[in-house]
């Protein structure tokens, strides 16, 4: 079995910055990539990036690329989503969620579980 809790969200300014984190445990979880999604109010869930077990290959969204880095911390088995540069459209409950795959990819229902997501809110 495995547990996501991802944590962090909060209201910033646009420009501003926030770090998600996501504490993983579970018996399932070595070889598989970890992902970050996001959903804003009326839309799909949307792929954010994905960032393999070695923490050595990442992939992200072009709309987050640059601005977005997926980080692990391999101690801890955390993974973390820092954000710079928020603008108002990133606004969105933010998920974890781990790969079925030891390759991630960029489609949800690619992953088998997820956290309870964490709301993040850019004011304008």
């Known amino acids: 079995q495995v547990q996501l809790a991802d944590s962090g969200g909060g209201l910033v300014q646009a420009g501003g910055s926030l770090r998600l984190a996501c504490a993983a445990s579970?018996?399932?979880?070595?070889?598989?990539?970890m992902g970050w999604f996001r959903q804003a109010p009326g839309k799909e869930r949307e792929f954010v990036g994905v960032?393999?077990?070695?923490?050595?290959?990442?992939l992200y969204a072009d709309s987050v690329k640059g601005r977005f880095t997926i980080s692990k911390d391999p101690a801890k088995i955390m993974f973390y989503l820092q954000m710079n540069s928020l603008t108002p459209e990133d606004t969105a409950v933010y998920y974890c969620a781990k790969s079925k795959y030891y390759a991630g990819t960029i489609y949800p229902g690619d992953y088998d579980y997820w956290g309870q997501g964490t709301q993040v809110t850019v004011s304008s």
């Open positions: 960032i393999s077990w070695n923490g050595g290959n990442t």
């Open positions: 579970g018996r399932s979880l070595s070889g598989y990539s």
